[in-house]
């Protein structure tokens, strides 16, 4: 007989703790789920625009009821938990009825405090919580005029907004002299007020209330100083209290909250307890965001997988008032030795606040500007140094729409639904909004896996996102705040990192099983960056997994859209002979190449080659003296190089011959992602060096060196390294820096995005400021260098590995 | 009545890996999972045709080279949130030999 799995409280947490189950384990338990409302689980954060007449409540609910019968959930509405006994198990409920379990799962959020001021329960002094409150307030909004909101926080303010767009007269009652005294610091809390006064709501700050006055129905509001307003409606919003009477009753011990160990566990190990109603290491959460990570621990556990824990979240938070744009995240008001950057335009209602330590985020204040608010919450997560580009940080990130979006700061919301989003998939707003409405969908994870947009080269990502919050509303996951490998295993790349360089690991298998692995033999997404991790820790002991490789470096050429592959042969630093030309023409005619072009890294690209025929081509490469040009590989690819100093009237030294050095040390080598060099003889830069991972930039009295640059998705220019005199220090320098990439980088992570993330002056401690550490890396890089520089195309073309190339032949 | 055909030996397919089957009217390609079992798909992919011999397997499933699709190998349907199913054909292992029914 299966276990059966209870669910106190039909909302946020609990429900998505069971979506989260059934991914992993459908099966595992029968499934009872008891809720007080009448309703089945809808988007509580919602409630505001439902208020605000934006929505309409049936456009919150998250899970029909069809869902629940779906998944045989058996679902009681409209009944409520009224006792645990956890000596039988069983539940007692409001109607009479009684449930057993075997496991339970209390997820009973919290309610509303309302201040206990005489008067306090007349007919019409509500909380905002659920439907029900919403559905008072509307119909109040619909026979009185007079509003009094108590408690100038995110949820008072969105009430008040809620009120007056219906047709109120709303005061919004503070105790203190700021609003959002939690969210933001002073100059952005005084633009807010402005702003919303301007819209029509009017403030009593610093106003302590003592009564509400009355008949049996509210008639008004009586303050501290003795001065009174008129009021049909009272909402009381001031803060909530977790849901814990329950809990408490049956002895599960309680402190401000259920308290819960970082498996989501009660002191009763029967009994886990998620969403607003808990405490976990001293906090209780009030944000959908962090539920929804300890719905996804709590889940792991149940389904016996036993690895996952919650560490706790960062949270940052928004307000939905439409028109009103405001951010704010961690430690907004800085400590002492804290750096803080402001930009503030007061005319434009612009102001953004970043708060620094040793130059990386700890906190951000933004209002009528939050476009990058998602940025910053990332960097400030990932514990990002900015000091490479904080100069310009506080004007955003200007990635968004790149690739031919046009105007991304134009509101992205107000596109047409025709508008080209994601350029690699051509997938437009309007089939993304339909996906997140009709499917449900609440992560980028989700969206990408159900529309594809965003899920090639990403840079639409931003966009995607801003789609994914004006749909489906602020607060939700965005940045998971301690991201797995992907979806075999919790652990982060860098956790994997260390596990095989300090434990020792040395095979695939043994990774695998001793992070936990929830997967046999790993997914398409983690084969290739363990192989890649083990090769570059252990050179010549680690033997390559081929199965473990995308099919371009399992099969050593590009695969094309119709099944034929693409063949690079190197050219060192982009030079060339009669002869090597001639050989590559004689290849041509003999395997009637479709077509043939100069690649933008200076060397010639052979199309549509059939696999067959691989081996045979590159027999006859070979045999003119070429090597793979690994074009398909997350590898060393080109050196760029310019006439330099032989030809050019303006060549300082000789760019050409140094590239072929740099090509000549580095050709062969496994990287976590592509790898770019080129070598320029003067400032003019026509290898473009200054966009490449590597790039040099030859002068008269010496070498610069530059690194972290991109072209492609993203363009970024490289940060200059440091200067040296000699050819010899450029190749130390070059190989000391590749061989850094190579141990700590993330798989698919180029140089740009690593650069950034670690910081310049954490690569230059050990490159230029440390010549030991500098010489242990290049003598590293050169040890697995012996390893690496074998060319697969001639091995393949002696018979290895003939399988891959080779059909079996039936037939029939 | 179909007739099984004798197409290779076990070991001839990679583990977590695949093969090319060419016949006069078709192209297979043939899995076999770490567990030694062995399936076999038409080589192509429901989502644009991409060749699915040369995707990479785990578990039970193949994800395709072009464009990440996962397609289950034993029912050739795609996994969700995708949609579509590559024709599947029956596989048999007998003595190490792997037979094929077309
Ligand atoms: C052949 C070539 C285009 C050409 O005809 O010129 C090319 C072709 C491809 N590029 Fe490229 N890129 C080529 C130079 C470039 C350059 C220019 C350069 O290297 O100077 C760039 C911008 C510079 C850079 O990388 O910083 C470039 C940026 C990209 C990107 C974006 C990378 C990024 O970090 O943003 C991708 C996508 C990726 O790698 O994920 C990509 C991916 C591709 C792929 C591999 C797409 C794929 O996955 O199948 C294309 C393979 C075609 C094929 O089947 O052969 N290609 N690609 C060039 C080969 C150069 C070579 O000799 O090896
Ligand atoms: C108006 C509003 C706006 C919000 N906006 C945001 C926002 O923008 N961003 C954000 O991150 N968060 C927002 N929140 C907060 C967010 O909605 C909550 O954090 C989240 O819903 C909490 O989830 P939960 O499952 O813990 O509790 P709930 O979603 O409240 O679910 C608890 C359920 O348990 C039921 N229950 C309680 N006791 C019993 C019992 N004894 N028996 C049976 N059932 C019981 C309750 O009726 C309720 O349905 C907002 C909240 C409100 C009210
Ligand atoms: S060669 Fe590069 S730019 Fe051209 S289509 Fe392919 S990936 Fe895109
Ligand atoms: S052809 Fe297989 S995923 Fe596109």
């Known amino acids: ?812 | 009545m179909k007739e099984w055909i004798d197409v290779a030996g076990l070991e001839e397919i990679p583990r977590l890996g695949a093969r090319m089957v060419h016949t006069d009217s078709l192209h297979l390609a043939l899995f076999r999972t770490a567990g030694d079992e062995v399936f076999a798909l038409e080589d192509a992919c429901p989502h644009k045709q991409g060749p699915l011999s040369q995707g990479m397997v785990h578990g039970t499933s193949v994800t395709c080279p072009l464009h990440n699709w996962k397609i289950d190998l034993a029912s050739g349907e795609a996994l969700a949130p995708d949609e579509g199913c590559s024709r599947t054909f029956k596989t048999r292992i007998q003595d190490g030999r792997v037979y094929l029914s077309i």
């Open chain 1, 1 to 812: 007989m299966k276990e059966k799995l209870v669910l106190i409280g039909n909302g946020m947490a609990g429900v998505r703790t069971l979506e989260e189950l059934l991914k992993l384990d459908n099966g595992a338990y029968r499934i009872t789920v008891i809720g007080a409302e009448p309703h089945p689980n809808y988007n509580r954060i919602m409630l505001s625009p439902v208020l605000a007449g934006e929505k309409a409540v049936d456009d919150i609910v998250l899970n029909t009821r069809e869902w629940y019968a779906q998944n045989g959930i058996e679902l009681k509405t409209g009944d409520a938990v009224t006792a645990i006994d956890r000596v039988r198990r069983t539940l007692t409920l409001a109607s009479g009825a009684s449930v057993d379990y075997d496991r339970l799962l209390i997820a009973t959020g919290s309610t509303p405090f309302i201040i206990p001021v005489p008067g306090h329960d007349k007919q019409g002094v509500l909380g905002f919580r659920d439907i029900a409150d919403v559905e008072q307030m509307l119909a109040a909004a619909g026979q009185y005029r007079k509003a009094v909101v108590i408690g100038g926080g995110l949820l008072g303010l969105e009430a008040a907004n809620g009120l007056m767009k219906k047709g109120m007269e709303v005061t919004v009652v503070h105790l203190l002299d700021r609003l959002l005294e939690r969210q933001l610091d002073g100059p952005a809390s005084a633009l807010l007020k402005a702003s919303l006064e301007e819209r029509g709501l009017t403030f009593l700050m610093e106003a302590q209330t003592a009564e509400i006055t009355g008949g049996e129905r509210v008639e008004g509001v009586r303050f501290a100083d003795g001065s009174e307003i008129e009021a049909d409606l009272v909402v009381m919003a001031v803060g909530i209290r977790p849901n814990m009477a329950l809990a408490q009753q049956a002895g599960i011990y309680c402190e401000r909250g259920i308290l819960v160990s970082d498996t989501m566990q009660t002191y009763d190990p029967r009994v886990y307890a998620v969403g607003e109603c808990v405490q976990h290491r001293g906090t209780c959460y009030g944000l959908v965001a962090p539920l929804f990570e300890q719905a996804k621990v709590a889940a792991n556990h149940l389904a016996s997988f036993g690895i996952a824990r919650y560490e706790g979240s960062v949270t940052s938070t928004k307000l939905k008032v439409t028109g009103i744009d405001l951010f704010s995240a961690g430690e907004f008001i800085e400590a002492e030795g804290d750096e803080t950057l402001v930009l503030q335009d007061p005319a434009a209602g612009i102001y953004k606040k970043l708060v620094l330590r040793d130059n990386r985020i700890k906190g951000a204040v933004m209002y009528g500007d939050t476009m990058d608010g998602t940025w910053y919450f990332t960097l400030l997560r990932e514990g990002t140094d900015i000091s490479a580009f904080r100069s310009t940080i506080l004007f955003g990130q200007h990635d968004l729409g790149d690739a031919g979006h046009g105007d991304a700061r134009a509101s992205t919301m107000a596109l047409p639904d025709g508008a080209e989003i994601c350029g690699c998939n051509g997938v437009c707003k309007g089939e993304i909004v339909d996906a997140i409405t009709k499917k449900g969908l609440f992560t980028l994870e989700e969206v990408r896996a159900h529309t594809k947009a965003s899920s090639s080269c990403g840079s639409c990502t931003g966009l995607v996102e801003a789609i994914l919050a004006g749909t489906v509303g602020e607060g939700y996951d965005k940045v998971p705040s301690k991201k797995g490998m992907c979806g075999c295993t919790e652990h982060s790349h860098d956790e994997v990192i260390s596990a095989i360089r300090h434990g020792g690991l040395k095979t695939m298998q043994a990774v695998r099983e001793t992070l936990e692995w929830s997967t046999p033999d790993g997914c398409a997404s983690c084969r290739p960056a363990l192989n890649y991790y083990l090769l570059a820790h252990w050179p010549g002991e680690y033997r390559d997994d081929a199965q473990s490789r995308f099919i371009n470096e399992r099969a050593h050429g590009n695969i094309q859209k119709d099944g034929t592959y693409s063949v690079v042969p190197r050219m060192f630093g982009g030079l060339c002979t009669a002869d090597e030309l001639r050989a590559i023409a004689d290849v041509s005619d003999k395997y009637r190449v479709p077509e043939m072009k100069v690649t933008g890294g200076q060397r010639i690209d052979l199309f549509g080659i059939r696999k067959e025929d691989l081996p045979a081509v590159w027999r006859d490469l070979a045999a003119a003296g070429f090597v793979s040009g690994h074009a398909y590989g997350k590898a060393l690819r080109t050196v760029k190089t310019c006439a330099g100093k032989t030809w050019c009237r303006f060549g300082t030294q000789n760019s050409t011959a140094l590239g072929v050095k740099l090509e000549q040390l580095t050709w062969g080598s496994w990287m976590p992602h592509k790898f770019k060099l080129a070598v320029s003889g003067c400032p003019r830069n026509c290898a473009e060096a200054t966009i490449k991972d590597f790039g040099v930039v030859c002068v008269d009295s010496g070498y610069e060196l530059h690194v972290g640059g991109n072209g492609g998705i993203k363009v970024r220019v490289t940060d200059l390294l440091c200067k040296v005199q000699t050819e010899e220090e450029v190749l130390e320098y070059c190989g000391a820096f590749t061989q850094k990439y190579r141990e700590e980088a993330h798989y698919l992570e180029r140089t740009a995005p690593w650069v950034e993330r670690v910081g310049l002056n954490h690569i230059k401690k050990s490159i230029v400021d440390d010549a030991a550490q500098r010489q242990a890396l290049y003598e590293r890089f050169k040890h697995s260098q012996q390893f690496a520089q074998v060319d697969p195309w001639g091995q393949r073309a002696g018979g290895e590995e003939a399988h891959e190339f080779t059909p079996l032949k039936v037939a029939g």
